[in-house]
């Protein structure tokens, strides 16, 4: 399982990576916009993305419908876990085909309850 | 133009005097033209001037709104940065104090189990001690597990108190924006003042990603999911 963690702020990278560290996913992949992820998605190997919503460059959104536009990318998990907190961005992002948002500040128990359950769904 | 104007009306009697018509009708047509003309530079100045005016009026208005709204606006959102680092600060603190006194609990009694391990390898320690550095062995290993056990479980919340980084990043950047479009509009107010408009630099009132919800300031006028709760509950409306 390796996940790519895209955050333009690297505290917020580090937190992520530990976190997911501590649920035993220690192949992570960093990038800091959509922009430097879509080669790295592009490229292969990547089973999960983690990703922020509000960077430099190109943003969450922008990239969630980057990969859900490519056919070799469209069915990789996506959870979004930002800052943004408007509800119409929250359905701006389910319609583009999130699997899970999560807002900052999270709670490790928050970002473990989303994964897992983006997991539940995938094999069940 | 004085002097024009006075030698084209000369030109002029001279010619009616003479009875000469078509030297007449030119002259006055250039007359009227140069009247004309006068009239479109003044037409011309007076319609820069009102220009100026309203670009002073609009610059003046947004000056007032962005020190009636987002000056205190901005104010509560550096409070709100204020409060975020010192919680993280205090999380940080309070998981140190806890960790600390663990840690050196534990390095106590192995420090105290090592130097009885040595006496037992050299053979210098009598059964009954060896029975009772057994028990107190045990007693060190279960309190290891749970002594590392909190160890872990403050080094993540150590972890997650970093978040606030990412946070009042997010809100000091839109606060340096605010303070940056406040410059550019006292700027162009000098300068027209100064009657020297230069080029109208355009300013974004408002970012396009609102960013992180601060209480009290962004949830006011609803709208905004508050909690991680909104957020599941609006998403299982979605059928999520």
Known sequence: MKILIVDDFSTMRRIVKN???????????EADDGKSALPILEKGGIDFLVTDWNMPGMTGIDLLR???????????????????????????????GVN???????TAATLKEKIEKIFERIDG | MKSDLLSLAKDLVAALEKGDEVVADGLLDELAGLR???????????????HDTMVSFSVDA???AMTEHDIPDAKERLQYVIHMTEEAADKTLTAVENLLPISQQLN?????????????????????????????????????????????AGLNDILMAQGFQDI????????????????????????????????QASTQAHPELPGPVVPGVDDREGGVATSQVDVDDLLSSLGF
């Open chain 1, 19 to 29: 976190l997911l560290k501590d649920l035993g996913f220690t192949n992570t992949v």
């Open chain 1, 66 to 96: 980057a990969v859900r536009a490519n056919p070799h990318l469209a069915n990789l998990p996506v959870l979004m876990v930002t800052a943004e907190a408007k509800r119409e961005q929250i359905i701006m992002a389910a319609q583009a």
């Open chain 1, 100 to 106: 899970g948002y999560v807002i900052k500040p999270f």
């Open chain 2, 36 to 50: 004309e003309t006068q009239l479109f530079k003044e037409i011309g100045r007076l319609t820069r001037q009102l």
């Open chain 2, 62 to 64: 947004k000056i007032a």
């Open chain 2, 108 to 152: 106590d009694q192995v420090a105290l189990l090592s130097a009885k391990w040595g006496r037992f390898l050299d053979r210098e320690m009598p059964l009954d001690e060896f029975k009772s550095m057994s028990s107190e062995i045990s007693r060190h290993f279960k309190e290891s597990k749970t002594g590392l056990e909190q160890v872990q």
């Open chain 2, 168 to 199: 009042t990043g997010q809100i000091i950047r839109r606060v340096i924006d605010l303070v940056q479009e406040l410059e550019v509009s006292m700027v162009k107010l000098i300068s027209i003042s100064g009657r020297k408009s230069g080029d």
